[in-house]
C-alpha cells in the first residue's frame, strides 16, 4: 500500500496559480497521477505520469497545467496556471506501485478559483 501526503491546495482568483505536490511512500511508484471531484460532479482524471516521464492531460487543462514527478523523493507535482472557476474541485493524488493493478488515493486537497 502506498501513502500519499498532499499539499498546496488553497484559494486564488481566476488567472492565478497553484502548485500541487504529492509525497508517496511505502513502495516504488509506476505511474502517478492526480484526479478531482467538482460538486455533483464525477472525479475525473486531470494528469498522469508515467515513471519515466512521460505526461498525459485532461483536455480541459492542456497548455494550463503541467505534471512533473520527482522519482528519487518519490514526489508528484502538479503546476496549474491560468486558473478558472470551473477548476473548482478537491484534488486527488494517485499513485499505482509496482506489481498491483490499482492506485492508491491521497485524501484530497481543495482548490478554490474566484472569479
Known amino acids: 500500500q502506498v501513502q500519499l501526503v498532499e499539499s498546496g491546495g488553497g484559494l486564488v482568483q481566476a488567472g492565478g496559480s497553484l502548485r500541487l505536490s504529492c509525497a508517496a511512500s511505502g513502495s516504488i511508484i509506476n505511474a502517478m497521477g492526480w484526479y478531482r471531484q467538482a460538486p455533483g460532479k464525477q472525479r475525473e482524471l486531470v494528469a498522469d505520469?508515467?515513471?519515466?516521464?512521460?505526461?498525459t492531460y485532461a483536455d480541459s487543462v492542456k497548455g494550463r497545467f503541467t505534471i512533473s514527478r520527482d522519482n528519487a523523493k518519490n514526489t508528484v507535482y502538479l503546476q496549474m496556471n491560468s486558473l478558472k472557476p470551473e477548476d473548482t474541485a478537491v484534488y486527488f493524488c494517485?499513485?499505482?506501485?509496482?506489481?498491483?493493478?490499482?492506485?492508491?488515493w491521497g485524501q484530497g486537497t481543495q482548490v478554490t478559483v474566484s472569479s
Open positions: 505520469i508515467t515513471r519515466g516521464g512521460t505526461p
Open positions: 494517485v499513485a499505482k506501485a509496482y506489481g498491483v493493478s490499482v492506485f492508491d
